[in-house]
DNA sequence: TCCTACCTTGGACATTGTCTAAGTCAAGAA
DNA sequence: TTCTTGACTTAGACAATGTCCAAGGTAGGA
């Protein structure tokens, strides 16, 4: 993650404290926080960390394009650091659990030029809905 | 639309002028109207009628599968009436404007069973995004 | 070390959706 | 037709999520 911060400071940002939980609180594989939960443990490690704050720099990096913003339910927006390997994802419909997936082939190539309308097309995003094992059991 | 209605009565509706509003507003092709804007098109047509009918009564169309959900942009979600010819979506970026579209081929067979994690897949859903004709001029 | 533009904060506010208690009414029964 | 009853509707409070602002704080260059 210390790759990600040194992007930022080459793009300008100022390095504060609040920034570096924030994206510390991304790290890893197969995050996808809401920003509630990001507030929560960015606070476990900067206690005065504001929601705003949260909320600012969470857009800042969907804007840089570092992380990518996912909405499966309609409800609380999902934050998903993974921005730099294309894939989509798989939602469990009781649990809400989101998985990361690789369907083959290009989604984008799927729409014909009949079927755009006129749009300049320029990104497909599939949600795969099912119930994962352990709600299944 | 009657044929929604007939529908509705042989699952046992009680036939109410606020759920015939909000039916005969939902009626057409590419409408893909948010709670707010049905509530305002049905008090159109039945001034008295209340915010938490639409809501219960988009919630029970989308119950009985008679019209999809969708949320594309995180914001209100959107109800589309056109839930018996499977389609997807495609978003205009600037505007909002939705259209829906049909892909070739199944999205749900390009996901690769060990992709799957054990999941019971049942659906696909794809937002094509993009920028419509009027934007881009 | 100092300066200043950028950043953070707390809280008010906005939007969207849910819930409840009380009153109303559709539709079958008589 | 009229009656009855349980399903439906209503207004408004409440909840969840997100945005905005003015005031104060601070990173990083000079």
């Known amino acids: 993650m ?3 911060l040194k992007r930022l400071r080459g ?14 609180v991304l790290d890893g594989d197969h995050v996808h926080y809401t920003a509630d939960e990001v507030h929560a443990l960015a606070a ?23 992380v990518i913003e996912v909405s499966t339910d309609g409800r609380a927006k999902r934050y998903d650091p993974n ?25 984008l190539a799927d729409l014909p030029a009949q079927e755009r309308f006129g749009f300049a097309v320029s990104a497909a995003e599939v949600t795969y809905r ?7 059991a």
């Not at 609040?18 to 994206?23: D, G, I, L, P, S």
């Not at 294309?86 to 989604?107: E, F, K, N, S």
């Open 11 to 24: 793009r300008g940002w100022r390095l504060t404290a609040q920034r570096r939980v924030v994206a510390e």
């Open 44 to 66: 476990d490690r900067l206690p005065e960390i504001s929601r705003a704050t949260v909320y600012n720099t969470l857009g800042e990096l969907v804007s840089l394009g570092e």
């Open 83 to 107: 921005a730099h390997h294309a894939h989509q994802h798989l939602v469990c419909a009781r649990c809400g659990t989101i998985r990361d997936v690789h369907p083959v082939g290009d989604p």
């Open 2 to 4: 210390s790759d990600l």
């Open 130 to 136: 099912g119930v994962c094992p352990d709600c299944a």
